[in-house]
C-alpha cells in the first residue's frame, strides 16, 4: 500500500480551500439574490454580490495553484 502513487491530482489542502471558494461564490450569489430592488439594481444586486463572486473565483484561482511545502 506504500508505494501506490497518489492518483488524485491535488493535496488535501487544495480540496478543502476549493471547497472554501466554491462557499464564497454561492454567498455572492445568494447576496446578489437578496436585493430588493426590481431586477437586482440595487447595491447587493450590482456592487456587493458581483464583488464577492469575483473573490470567490480568485480564491479557486489560488486553490488551484497553491503548492504545499513538501516536509
Known amino acids: 500500500m506504500e508505494n501506490q502513487p497518489n492518483i488524485l491530482p ?3 489542502i ?3 480551500l476549493m471547497l472554501v471558494g466554491i462557499g464564497i461564490l454561492v454567498l455572492g450569489f445568494v447576496i446578489m439574490s437578496l ?3 426590481p431586477h437586482g439594481f440595487g447595491p447587493l444586486g450590482l456592487t456587493v454580490g458581483p464583488i464577492i463572486v469575483m473573490l470567490g473565483f480568485i ?3 489560488f486553490a488551484i495553484l497553491y503548492n504545499p511545502k513538501k516536509s
Do not use: A, G, R
Request: hydrophobic fraction near 35%.
Open 10 to 12: 491535488f493535496k488535501k
Open 35 to 37: 436585493d430588493s430592488e
Open 59 to 61: 480564491f479557486e484561482l
Open 14 to 16: 487544495n480540496y478543502m
